[in-house]
């Protein structure tokens, strides 16, 4: 199998595990393994922090209910939108927004790596959010644009101590199951992760 939609890939995996000063196994036998663990330490790591840290690579349809007239938070956005429409008779027909009547925040997301979480009306626009249910309409690619640094550490973290449980490590206390159906046992998540995962929570 491949790693989808992966924190971190298996060679990342591989090389992480290997004693210092020694070189990456070349051995293939656990790949299979060691594959299905970087998939279930991304999907721990996604689900704990509410955010999805890599981007689709064909638009989606998402709607929001803005908070304001003239700002609505909304969910990670990895680029500019391909187009927003706003419901002003709220019968779910769309007026499409010109691109120059809303900007995007944060200013500097894309320089930054990381992904637009706000729209707000330009200055003098004379178009307006509808505060009610599915009032706004993104098309787009949402996600973050690149996996953070910490981030893919941070699955390599939790991978690794997956992968090290199988040389014999029992498992104590609580242990976390996954929507997803993936069991997490607290050693596995180091203090410095859960740290990170604390501060990328869109709900905390």
């Known amino acids: 199998m491949a790693v989808i939609n992966g924190l971190?890939?298996?060679a990342e995996l591989k090389a992480w595990?290997?004693?210092?000063?020694?070189?990456?196994?070349?051995?293939?036998?656990?790949?299979?393994?060691?594959?299905?663990?970087?998939?279930q330490a991304?999907?721990?790591i996604e689900e704990q922090t509410g955010?999805?840290?890599w981007a689709n690579s064909s638009d989606e349809t998402r709607y929001f209910k803005p908070?304001?007239?003239?700002?609505?938070e909304i969910t990670d956005l990895s680029a500019y939108p391909t187009s927003v429409?706003?419901?002003?008779?709220?019968?779910?027909?769309?007026?499409?927004?010109?691109?120059?009547?809303y900007e995007l925040l944060p200013d500097n997301a894309a320089l930054d790596g990381k992904p637009y979480t706000e729209l707000v009306l330009s200055p003098d626009t004379t178009?307006?959010?509808?505060?009610?249910?599915r009032g706004v309409k993104i098309v787009g690619k949402f996600g973050w644009p690149s996996v953070p640094g910490n981030i893919k550490n941070d699955c390599l973290a939790i991978?690794?101590?997956?992968?090290?449980?199988?040389?014999?490590?029992?498992?104590?206390?609580?242990?976390?199951?996954?929507?997803?159906?993936?069991?997490?046992?607290?050693?596995?998540?180091?203090?410095?992760?859960?740290?990170?995962i604390q501060s990328y929570r869109l709900y905390r």
């Open 85 to 101: 429409s706003v419901d002003y008779s709220q019968d779910r027909t769309y007026t499409a927004l010109d691109s120059g009547d």
């Open 67 to 72: 908070d304001e007239a003239s700002r609505c």
């Open 127 to 133: 178009a307006y959010f509808p505060t009610v249910r």
């Open 159 to 196: 991978a690794h101590n997956i992968w090290m449980s199988r040389q014999g490590q029992v498992a104590g206390g609580r242990v976390t199951v996954t929507a997803a159906g993936v069991v997490i046992r607290p050693e596995d998540v180091p203090p410095r992760v859960m740290q990170d």
């Open 17 to 39: 595990i290997q004693v210092r000063g020694g070189a990456t196994t070349t051995d293939t036998a656990d790949d299979e393994v060691m594959e299905d663990i970087i998939e």
């Open 51 to 53: 955010r999805r840290f």
């Open 42 to 44: 991304s999907r721990y």
């Open 8 to 10: 971190a890939t298996l």
